[in-house]
């Protein structure tokens, strides 16, 4: 099992030196494509990979170089980076290299759930190890607010901010996991 993990990691890292990006970068460009307004900063972006503070940066200017990313203004905190996909790298991301697993993961049928739960606890415990975060969705979040009455407009109850159905989807660097029953 542990060699097949391996294997699969090897190949899955070999597929992504495409399209002149490297894997950290298809990574980022992953990740932005997932994350909401809170999340998008370098270091939310770091923790989440479990990446220092320094490779994120390099990774981030050559993005930035290829014109794939870019900065946008943060209304709470002028000061602090908010990083966006430009055109470039929502297009990279229609061709990303693998989007080939979906397609063989696609024909295992009924097997599907049980081999994405097992993936899901090795990628738990291997994130836990190397001190990468794993953000959740405002839905299954504890601060999520639904508006029964208005589907498109929930409500973020740490920062009051509006939520609409799109953004109730995306990984969030403040996600709170509900108490166990
Ligand atoms: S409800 Fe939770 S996951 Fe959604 S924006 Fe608020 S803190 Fe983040």
Redesign the pocket.
């Known amino acids: 099992m542990t060699s097949l993990v391996d294997r699969l990691g090897r190949a899955v890292h070999c597929l992504q030196f495409a399209d002149g990006l490297n894997p950290a970068q298809w990574a980022v460009l992953r990740y932005l494509g997932r994350a909401?307004r809170?999340s998008r900063t370098p270091t939310a972006i770091s923790d989440y990979l479990g990446t220092t503070r320094g490779t994120m940066s390099q990774t981030i200017k050559a993005l930035e170089a290829k014109g794939m990313i870019g900065r946008a203004t943060n209304g709470r905190d002028r000061r602090a980076v908010l990083l966006e996909l430009t055109g470039e790298g929502n297009a990279a991301l229609e061709n990303d290299p693998l989007h080939c697993v979906a397609s063989v993961a696609g024909a295992l049928g009924d097997e599907l759930d049980d081999a994405s739960r097992f993936l899901d606890r090795v990628v738990d415990c291997l994130q836990a190890k190397s001190g990468g975060l794993d953000?959740?969705?405002?839905t299954d979040?504890?601060?999520?607010?639904r508006n029964s009455f208005a589907p498109d407009v929930h409500r973020?109850?740490?920062?009051g901010?509006p939520?609409s159905v799109a953004?109730?989807t995306k990984?969030?660097?403040?996600?709170?996991e509900p108490a166990a029953p």
């Open positions: 909401n809170y953000y959740g969705v405002c979040c504890t601060h999520f607010c973020c109850g740490l920062t901010d939520l953004d109730s990984i969030c660097v403040n996600y709170s």
